[in-house]
């Protein structure tokens, strides 16, 4: 596999059309999607391109806190000795939000040169993935769909966080006067993509009071569209706290109001750049429907991506437009898997399964492993879910608590097959480890539900 770096004429170019440039940040989106890296002088961006820029080993196995998980192989039996990564094509781009001169550069493992945490690296699994799929003439074409709450500023110390919305706490679905209220911080947050060349479409106001809904565009280049997506989230949270608000992409804030999700759109392309889903037929060509089976299927053995965190599982509910089963329908939101309405030439899923929590490259990884199995598989879904899914009497449940979820991935053969045993492993173990040390903190809900009652 090859690790498709990006060329140095890109960072010349770039150092000349920007020389007021005083800080450049590198940023390596561990397993939880955490932006970990480095700050460079711009004089050292050059060596970065061509020669890498080494972070321990054990950099690609932390906890979501930043803890060192021993168990993963990858802190003391290998010295944490430095593994290479090196800037991804496309990614170098200005920070406008940021008081100073910045920049910032997405950077991945090296495949040889990262060894051994390059098998852990979030990107290099969805890169296994596209190419799995070019090696049967095939391109998936991918979109990130993302869902977030924007907060007070001083949320950060607030028990409940506090929105921020102009029409008090009821929800206000698809009210224009939610997005007017927040015009300033639209205009430099379209402006900031426009600079990023982040393709951010459609804005509306969701369920949830604050809570905000933005689309990206679809890229045959599954990579890029991932890239965006982990771009765009960084984006997003340095313009609210630019204009004194917190972005929160967390599945489940407030306990009362709808969850955040991270939707992923998907097509497949043949070699000709012809989508193999396309049809009249509302429900699309068999290809599509052995995808839908695929991603069914493997579903809740890949749910520990789908819903990383403890908070994660606090989203699924019924009539909560988040799916309990792996169902899917046609123009159905209540189904995990849904067609969306279009021209026969847009047929495509919405994989609707994800938090806004979830790590974009990993979660793909994951969905595509689906659609690759029932592709090769043939996989019949069944019949699509008519009215609503969470009534559905087919399909079993998704796993519903973080425990679960975590021993379903950890021993499953087909995530072990498409995402490698090693990445299994690792990956497993830093959940099992942060699962033990949430459980292991007593909050104030063990005050309020046990302190006077045993």
Same mark, same amino acid.
């Given at each position: 596999?090859?690790?498709?770096?990006?060329?140095?004429?890109?960072?010349?170019?770039?150092?000349?059309?920007?020389?007021?440039?005083?800080?450049?940040?590198?940023?390596?989106?561990?397993?939880?999607?955490?932006?970990?890296?480095?700050?460079?002088?711009?004089?050292?961006?050059?060596?970065?391109?061509?020669?890498?820029?080494?972070?321990?080993?054990?950099?690609?196995?932390?906890?979501?806190?930043?803890?060192?998980?021993?168990?993963?192989?990858?802190?003391?039996?290998?010295?944490?000795?430095?593994?290479?990564?090196?800037?991804?094509?496309?990614?170098?781009?200005?920070?406008p939000?940021?008081?100073?001169?910045?920049?910032?550069?997405?950077?991945?493992?090296?495949?040889?040169?990262?060894?051994?945490?390059?098998?852990?690296?979030?990107?290099?699994?969805?890169?296994?993935?596209?190419?799995?799929?070019?090696?049967?003439?095939?391109?998936?074409?991918?979109?990130?769909e !993302? =869902?977030?709450? /924007? +907060?007070?500023?001083?949320?950060?110390? *607030?028990?409940?966080?506090?929105? &921020?919305?102009? #029409?008090?706490?009821?929800?206000?679905?698809?009210?224009?006067?939610?997005?007017?209220?927040?015009?300033?911080?639209?205009?430099?947050?379209?402006?900031?993509?426009?600079?990023?060349?982040?393709?951010?479409e459609?804005?509306?106001?969701?369920?949830?009071?604050?809570? !905000? =809904?933005?689309? /990206? +565009?679809?890229?045959?280049?599954?990579? *890029?569209?991932?890239?965006?997506? &982990?771009?765009? #989230?960084?984006?997003?949270?340095?313009?609210?706290?630019?204009?004194?608000?917190?972005?929160?992409?967390?599945?489940?804030?407030?306990?009362?109001?709808?969850?955040?999700?991270?939707?992923?759109?998907?097509?497949?392309?043949?070699a000709?750049?012809?989508?193999?889903?396309?049809?009249?037929?509302?429900a699309?060509?068999?290809?599509?429907?052995?995808?839908?089976?695929?991603?069914?299927?493997?579903?809740?053995?890949?749910?520990?991506?789908?819903?990383?965190?403890?908070?994660?599982?606090?989203?699924?509910?019924?009539n909560?437009?988040?799916?309990?089963?792996?169902?899917?329908?046609?123009?159905?939101?209540?189904?995990?898997?849904?067609?969306?309405?279009?021209?026969?030439?847009?047929?495509?899923?919405?994989?609707?399964?994800?938090?806004?929590?979830?790590?974009?490259?990993?979660?793909?990884?994951?969905?595509?492993?689906?659609?690759?199995?029932?592709?090769?598989?043939?996989?019949?879904?069944?019949?699509?879910?008519?009215?609503?899914g969470?009534?559905?009497?087919?399909?079993?449940?998704?796993?519903?608590?973080w425990?679960?979820?975590?021993?379903?991935?950890?021993?499953?053969?087909?995530?072990?097959?498409?995402?490698?045993?090693?990445?299994?492993?690792?990956?497993?173990?830093?959940?099992?480890?942060?699962?033990?040390?949430?459980?292991?903190?007593?909050?104030t809900?063990?005050?309020?539900?046990?302190?006077q009652?045993?």
């Amino acid at each position: 596999m090859t690790a498709h770096r990006a060329p140095l004429a890109e960072a010349l170019e770039f150092l000349a059309r920007n020389p007021d440039i005083r800080h450049i940040h590198m940023l390596h989106a561990d397993n939880n999607g955490v932006q970990r890296g480095k700050s460079l002088r711009p004089d050292e961006l050059p060596a970065l391109y061509e020669q890498g820029r080494p972070l321990p080993s054990s950099s690609a196995a932390l906890t979501l806190r930043g803890e060192d998980v021993e168990n993963t192989g990858l802190l003391w039996e290998v010295g944490d000795m430095d593994c290479l990564l090196f800037p991804v094509p496309g990614t170098l781009v200005r920070c406008p939000w940021l008081p100073g001169p910045t920049a910032q550069v997405l950077v991945m493992l090296d495949p040889e040169l990262g060894m051994p945490s390059a098998v852990t690296d979030p990107r290099l699994a969805a890169m296994r993935m596209v190419e799995r799929f070019k090696a049967d003439g095939l391109t998936p074409v991918m979109a990130v769909e !993302l =869902e977030f709450y /924007l +907060l007070q500023g001083d949320s950060a110390t *607030r028990r409940p966080p506090l929105p &921020v919305t102009p #029409r008090g706490a009821h929800p206000h679905v698809y009210c224009l006067e939610e997005i007017e209220a927040l015009a300033p911080f639209f205009d430099d947050l379209y402006r900031a993509c426009d600079l990023q060349g982040l393709p951010a479409e459609t804005a509306i106001s969701e369920f949830g009071p604050g809570q !905000l =809904e933005i689309t /990206l +565009l679809h890229r045959a280049d599954t990579l *890029r569209a991932l890239d965006e997506g &982990v771009m765009f #989230r960084r984006l997003i949270k340095g313009i609210a706290q630019k204009h004194g608000y917190l972005a929160c992409f967390m599945a489940k804030p407030f306990a009362a109001a709808s969850g955040s999700g991270m939707h992923l759109h998907l097509s497949v392309n043949d070699a000709q750049g012809n989508n193999i889903f396309a049809a009249e037929d509302s429900a699309g060509t068999p290809a599509l429907r052995h995808a839908i089976g695929g991603m069914a299927a493997t579903a809740a053995d890949f749910m520990a991506i789908f819903a990383p965190h403890a908070n994660s599982y606090r989203r699924f509910s019924a009539n909560s437009y988040a799916p309990l089963k792996p169902t899917w329908g046609i123009n159905n939101r209540t189904v995990a898997l849904r067609i969306p309405t279009g021209p026969a030439s847009s047929r495509h899923v919405e994989h609707r399964v994800c938090g806004a929590d979830a790590n974009p490259y990993l979660a793909a990884a994951a969905v595509l492993a689906g659609v690759h199995h029932g592709l090769t598989q043939q996989i019949d879904p069944g019949p699509p879910v008519a009215g609503n899914g969470y009534e559905a009497g087919v399909a079993a449940a998704l796993p519903q608590f973080w425990p679960e979820a975590i021993e379903r991935f950890a021993h499953s053969k087909l995530a072990q097959d498409y995402l490698t045993p090693r990445m299994v492993e690792v990956y497993s173990a830093v959940k099992r480890f942060e699962c033990r040390q949430f459980m292991g903190e007593v909050t104030t809900q063990d005050y309020d539900w046990y302190l006077q009652t045993v």
